[in-house]
């Protein structure tokens, strides 16, 4: 039996997301939460002919305890996408608290669910997920993962297209590490599962180097002011979510990279930290995953000199994103 629930679940991501979840044979339960139109995103899902029961509430008369309750696994894209004429600045206030409030309600409810973090910015809103569990005295970072799964997803189309083989997306995996914004996006493509052409000269790495950490701004340009990554996301969502139930059911050797804090696996983090040369507390790695949630971090392996200078250039940005989601936390208690 697996209960899975979405925060979030009306909104661009929250709507797919939930369908592939429904249609996931694993899931017996769904719970959807939205402050607006999950009863009937509940209503049209539940028609689908696949195990899971589904129940959606709002917030009046405690709809976020209910959905939450017996929770399993819980899936967070609630907040608001990047949008023209939003700063930075504002998209984060509005989201980390979308955030705050929606984890305080995971560790009053279900404080022993996976909480699986959507909401951007990633290396931000994790962290204050943690700091609220802490708050509550219910933090074990072997549950909490942030979903840089869009990443790895992109990776693998795009050194599809690069082989021009679009058959091979499905099987080409690349290790994608660091964090989950710009330049903490770290394609590792000298790991890529299938070789990049012979030859694929340094200025074409970078190129796709580049693609793959600022995919998301191409469909919000597409989507012009529409939104931003809804549908791959929605898909990249589903398919982390499905192993971390298949390692719950438990599946072994299941890996995949994601956003975690490196206590989850103190061995492995403390080789981590010596691997990147500095004292992080969270970093996109390829986890292992297993019942209890992280079982093992791996290590990042070999990396070229190129690859060297693009962790480099992640480290510093990451700390700053890390220490501001603390900061946001420490300050609301204020
Ligand atoms: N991790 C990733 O790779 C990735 C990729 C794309 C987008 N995102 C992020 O996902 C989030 C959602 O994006 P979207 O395009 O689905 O946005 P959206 O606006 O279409 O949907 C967001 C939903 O969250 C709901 N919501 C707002 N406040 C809420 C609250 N307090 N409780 C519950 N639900 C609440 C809204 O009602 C809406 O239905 C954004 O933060 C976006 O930046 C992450």
Known sequence: MVKAVVLGAAGGIGQP?????KTNPSVTELGLYDIVNTPGVAADLSHISTPAKVVGYLPPDDGLAKTLQGADIVVIPAGVPRKPGLTRDDLFKINAGIVRDLATGIAKTAPKAFVLVISNP?????PIVAEIFKQHGVFEPKRLFGVTTLDVVRASTFVAEVLGDLGKAPSISVPVVGGHSGVTIVPLLSQSSAA?????????????TNRIQYGGDEVVKAKDGAGSATLSMAYAGAE???KVIRAIKGEKGIV??????LASDPAGGEALKK????ELEYFSAPVELGPEGVASIKPLGKLTDYEKTLVEA???????????GV???SASKL
């Open 196 to 208: 990049l052409p012979s030859g694929f000269a340094q200025g074409d790495l970078e190129k796709l």
């Open 256 to 261: 995949a990279p994601t956003f975690v804090h």
């Open 275 to 278: 691997e990147i040369g500095k």
């Open 314 to 324: 992640a480290l510093p940005e990451l700390a700053t994103n890390v220490e501001k």
């Open 327 to 329: 900061t946001f936390i």
């Open 240 to 242: 982390f979510a499905s």
């Open 122 to 126: 990633v290396n931000s809103t994790v």
């Open 17 to 21: 997301l939930s369908l592939l979840l």
